[in-house]
């Protein structure tokens, strides 16, 4: 009879109990000895002669201290004393729960199931440790802290990912209070622990692995007004953006530059025209002085910068003085500027002119690149004088000023101011 079917070895009872005086048989002797040997033959052999036919259940599991298999690959138990170093093939059917650090040698894994935790923000602090999923998502609309686990219960490669879909702005600090980095919304960081010593931000690795508010077909639309630091733009179609900020931008396809553009002046290459100011005088001016103010014609700048040039062009339509000279000059505040050296007694001027007639009138201009120096606002006036001794110089007019068809006719003067990067 032997083993029951449950595990119970039954001894053959024929011929039993033997007592004093009994005689054997031979018949229930043989049959004894037939069920123990059956029953010694489908036991488990310490010493590996016998082969298991069905699958063994340990109620308490089972201790082994096996060193015939420590250095064979494909024999013996996956649990040795001696056989440290050496790969096994693992067969697991459920689930396999591993306490402690196992090293796995270019596994292959179909998928994988990575933790993960959802966390509101609500301006608080989540703290990680050891035991924190990986993943770590974060949704809401306002601000949150997230402190990394201390690395001393870590081991370095351990990871953590951290994705903002909430609205507002993520701050991940080491366990020491150190700034590891910011997450903003829609995008997702990974944090590496790469050191065990420190509680400061060098134990970390920080890199920016997605964004999720990429949108669009056929082309990456970013939303919630991202920032782009130092980006390649290789033939880019701005299209028609409500604002647009280049900094230190280069190699701009004209094309793509359409509507109003606003490109900061201190960029400007040197001679470019950083602004321009003009004052047109109409009417007539007449004075007997010998030198004064020309009511009218003047023009103020305010250079964007102190290195800036002022590019100054005066023309005057008609100056006119019944047989008598006159001299024209510019000042710059109150100082004369653009004028001739000083000889003698002799007066000093930008231009001057002579005319023998009452009907006569003389026209010209004059430009000087001026440096004023400074960030301020300046004026340029436009000065007129006399050299006859008490004679009216007339400007836009003639002297006669005859009031007829073909004569005499009424001018036009300008001041125009230009500002010149320098």
């Not at 920016?208 to 007004?225: K, Q």
């Not at 653009?338 to 010209?364: E, H, N």
């Amino acid at each position: 009879m032997s083993y029951n079917g449950s595990g119970t070895f039954n001894i053959n009872t024929t011929g039993q109990p033997v007592v004093a005086g009994t005689v054997i048989s031979s018949s229930a002797f043989n049959s004894l000895t037939n069920d123990l040997a059956t029953g010694l033959t489908t036991a488990i052999t310490k010493d590996g002669q016998t082969t298991t036919t069905a699958r063994i259940t340990f109620a308490q599991g089972f201790t082994s201290s096996l060193v015939t298999d420590s250095s064979s690959v494909s024999t013996g138990s996956i649990i040795t004393d001696g056989g440290v170093g050496i790969a096994k093939n693992l067969y697991v059917g459920g689930t396999l729960n591993v306490t402690g650090g196992t090293s796995f040698t270019n596994p292959t894994i179909n998928n994988i199931k990575m933790g993960y935790s959802t966390t509101a923000t609500a301006a608080g602090t989540t703290t990680l440790t050891v035991a924190s999923n990986y993943r770590q998502f974060f949704t809401g609309s306002t601000t949150q802290t997230i402190v990394l686990p201390v690395t001393s219960t870590l081991v370095t490669g351990m990871a953590y990912e951290i994705e903002n879909n909430s609205t507002g702005l993520l701050t991940v600090n080491s366990s020491g209070g150190n700034l590891v980095g910011t997450i903003p919304a829609g995008v997702c960081a990974h944090a590496v622990c790469i050191g065990t010593t420190l509680t400061t931000a060098a134990d970390w690795d920080w890199d920016y692995i997605s964004t999720t508010t990429i949108t669009g077909t056929g082309a990456n639309v970013l939303g919630t007004s991202p920032t782009i630091t130092s980006p390649t733009l290789v033939t880019p179609a701005l299209g028609t953006p409500s604002a647009l900020v280049l900094t230190n931008a280069t190699g701009l396809p004209a094309a793509q530059l359409t509507g109003t553009q606003t490109i900061p002046k201190a960029t400007l290459p040197t001679g470019s025209v950083l602004q321009v100011v003009q004052t047109a005088k109409t009417d007539t001016f007449s004075t007997s002085s010998a030198y004064t103010s020309v009511t009218g014609l003047s023009a103020s700048i305010t250079p964007t910068s102190a290195t800036s040039k002022i590019l100054l062009t005066v023309s005057f339509g008609g100056l006119s003085a019944n047989n008598s000279s006159f001299k024209m000059g510019v000042y710059r505040g109150a100082t004369p500027i653009y004028v001739g050296d000083a000889a003698g007694s002799r007066p000093q001027a930008s231009a001057q002119g002579q005319l023998s007639a009452s009907f006569a009138a003389l026209f010209g201009a004059f430009s000087y690149l001026d440096s004023p120096a400074t960030t301020s606002s300046t004026t340029y006036q436009v000065y007129l004088g006399s050299n006859g001794g008490g004679v009216t110089v007339y400007l836009n007019r003639t002297d006669r000023d005859n009031n007829a068809a073909g004569e005499d006719a009424r001018t036009a003067s300008s001041i125009i101011l230009m500002e010149i990067a320098a």
